[in-house]
């Protein structure tokens, strides 16, 4: 019964993946037959400034992204976590970005920064700011990018913490409370660290996802201004897609899960360390 | 200087009044046991000592201060939860200090509480482990320890005992009661279990339904209480009541129940009439059982003796208990007697009933007389 | 009490940053192109130019279809396979089941770009290119949603299914009819989420997919907004919510259902 499976599981999964490794020693264009290529791919990768660029770009983001979402998800959880008239309703609206389809949201976006017509230049211009470039701008793309993926993800990360904040015992609340601790106390010695795994997991899914950003810079951007907000992924897209490198796409896609899963595991001892103290 | 004064204190959740007209002064150093079922207000009261209820009306003073508005972190009391509340993410010596740590507390002070605490509790050992590392007499120790080393006014225990065995309920009580006297900090003590209340308590205040039935020392409650719910509730095993009335007849009162009449003494009986309906209550430790062998089954009732058939004897071990059914009544009774000529199930057994050890309650459960 | 209102005030802001943006890429499509970029929510001169011109230059209708059936068809899938394939996970005992239970964690701990090109020459070698069968079989199986499934199936008794079994009763049946009708709030989920996933999915299609009468919506929508073929930022974002209203009347209806489902999701994998 469990044979449909299986089948499925090595011709989808096991063989994709051992493919992929013998990819990286092949050249192919699809059309005329694969060619040996040694360790061309790896070299061309190593010194591949394109490449590169893109991870660092991921990095701009993750480092703008992810405490973000962490103190806004933080943030609305806690304000969320009380006795509210209407809490369905604000969980829902602040739910709602996750739903929708990241092309939509890149789209909608993508209007919203328009130097000359988009609606947050406008609102700015009305308070007196001057407008801001934002997907023009070198310096400001990427973080403008970071920014609306964390607006869209947040309420995912909210409800992942308002579970956590209701596995805080209430007499521990209450315990603090009587014990003297002031809000910011309460936060900081009780709330927070209870937290943590909750933290973590928003950490690592928040970084995970930031490897894997496609359609925001695909839609918004093209990878530009200057190659500044090309992600991984994008490259990957393009060198099959446009270039039809197939080998050097596998390679791409090799580098980018052990980068993944190397940074995943650094995270998580820097933060078990963390706890520790 | 009295510690802990109720002036009224009334708490109701919108139309429903949960606690009503509370009015109660706790003396300094006393250990004052609230006891009674669920629902009868008795963790709301701790709670509003606590600040972690609002009070509806009245006031609570500690030691002169007016506490009632204020939150409780500004109240200089110290609580033990039911679960313990300890901080999970916390070592024991960090779940000892945390409170001296906000309040800013030079460290060697703080190394200084928590040693002398951990040594009073047996915890020297286990300060660098974690709560989930812990037994349930280990834990409850923590969070005794935790109130202990914030040398509060008040100590606030909610129902501590609750979540452990009954072995080691027992040892902790003695642990308790022998930590408050020598602590001497005015103690509120809330449980349901009137064993702890008679143990612990220097007073004991009964409630039901928010209201206060009685308060005294563990020894009035006992031998003098003022209603029936009291009296069923305060001693083990629990009082046996029969419902019947009182009759007159040739100058001698007795309590007329079906199949049972009891002498009484005429000064036991004076604020009763005749006809009422009455509740008499004895305990079963105060039933006798007659043990002449002369006396013959289906002999009429003696003035003060019970004819009764044993359905259930429960031997305990020093004492037992003796469950009977009530010769031509409805009535199922139980004495407490020591082990010597225990009768079988199903035997015939006659119980006297002494007239000075009747309690007697009146239809609206007020009592009308104790036993002298 | 001041601290309160403060709170709502708060939370509605924040509220209205969540929304405010679609309620104005909602009303941006009814307005014509002199009016676009203003900040009213109501349009002056409301307009359906926008959604005609998008219907004529580009085959949407067709996209919401096959949208639509390829969502549909992956979750029927993952629901049946899905639960054949937990209910042998869980329940009967077979040479390999641990290796199953490691192999289909494995695959959640996978990046799907390492699997993605050599899929995607998989594809092309069988002639699968611009074709339905491409879009639709890789997500036959969803080891998510068998790990949920199983977990589920886990907990029905066991006196259930040796009273089936006694009675005669195959194993296929003892799923459907018995397992089925108790696993409806897990099955509920799980559909939810492979749906939502398939209906956003555009990775995939923009590489297995070019003709454009194969399209899925979302690909279809990025393609003609990237391509110029809108024109105007009303007609692309007249796009957009073709997409996005289904999706947002299903939202409304059923937010609690969804928030469970994706957040339940997104934690297990």
Known sequence: MAAPYAVYLLVISAYPIVFALVLVFLRWDLVTAPSFAGFDNLRMLANDGR?????????????????????????????LNRKLAGRGFWRAAFFLPVVISGAVVAILWSNLYATDVGLINKLLVKIGIAPVSWLTDPNTAMPAIAVMVTWKNVGFYVIIYLAGLQ??????????????????QRFRYLTLPSLLPQTILVVTLSTINGFQLFIEPYVMTGGGPLRRTYSVVLYLYTNAFAYQKMGYAATIGVALALIIGAVVFIQRRVIGKAEAL | MPSVTFDHVRKSFGDA???????????????????GGSGSGKSTILRM???????TSGTIRIDATDVTQLPPRARDVAMVFQDYGLYPHMSVRENLSLGLRIRKIAATEIDRRVTWAAGMLGLAPLLDRKPKQLSGGQRQRVA???????????????????????????????????????????????????????????????LADGRIQQIGRPIDLYRAPVNRFVAG?????????????????????????AGVSIKLRRDNAAKAKNGEPLTLGIRPEDLRLDTSPDRAAGAAPDGDALPGRVVLVERLGGTSHVHFDVEGGGSRLMASVSNDQLPDVGDTIRVRVPPERVHLFGSDGKTISNST | MLRRIGLYAGLALAALTFIYPFLWMASSTFKPREEFGSLALIPAHFTLDNYRTMWARAPFGRALL???????????????????????????????????????????????????????????????????????VPYLFNATAILMLRQFFLQIPQSLIDAARMDGMSEMRILFTIFWPLSKPVLSIVAIFTFMGSWNEVLWPLLVVRDQQLMTLPQLL???????????????????????????????????????????AGIKG
């Open chain 3, 222 to 264: 990025t393609v003609f907004a990237l391509g110029g073929g809108a024109g105007s930022v009303g007609v692309s974002l007249a796009s957009a919510m073709v997409l996005v209203i289904p999706v947002v009347v299903a939202y409304a209806f059923l937010q609690r259902n969804f928030i469970e489902s994706m957040a339940g």
């Open chain 3, 66 to 136: 096959n949208s639509t059936m390829v969502a549909t068809t992956i979750t029927l899938a993952v629901l049946v396979f899905g639960s054949i394939t937990a209910y042998a996970m869980a329940r009967l005992t077979f040479r390999g089941r641990p290796v199953l239970n490691a192999a289909t964690l494995a695959v959640l701990l996978v990046p799907g770009q390492l699997t993605l090109i050599p899929l995607y020459t998989l594809i092309v070698q069988l002639g699968w290119i611009d074709t339905y069968t491409a879009l639709i």
């Open chain 2, 144 to 206: 005794m320890g935790r109130a202990m080393v914030r040398e509060p006014k008040v100590f606030l225990f909610d129902e501590p005992l609750s979540n452990l065995d009954a072995g080691l309920r027992a040892q902790m009580r003695i642990e308790i009661g022998g930590l408050q006297r020598r602590l001497k900090t005015t103690t509120i003590y809330v449980t349901h279990d009137q064993v702890e209340a008679m143990t612990l308590g220097d007073r004991i205040v009964v």
């Open chain 1, 167 to 184: 596995y805080i015992p209430r007499s521990c609340q209450e315990a603090i409370e009587i014990e003297g601790a002031s809000a910011w």
């Open chain 2, 17 to 35: 009044v949960v606690v009503e007209d509370f009015d109660l002064t706790v003396a300094d150093g006393e250990l004052l046991v609230l006891v």
């Open chain 2, 233 to 257: 509730f305060i001693g083990t095993p629990p009082m046996n009541f029969v419902e019947g009335g009182l009759r007159e007849e040739n100058g001698q009162l007795s309590f007329i129940a």
């Open chain 2, 49 to 55: 000592v606590a600040g972690l209820e609002e009070v």
């Open chain 1, 51 to 79: 490449f590169w660029r893109a991870v660092a770009n991921t990095f701009v983001f993750l480092s703008i992204h992810v405490p973000l979402q962490i103190v806004t998800a933080l943030g609305l959880a806690l304000a």
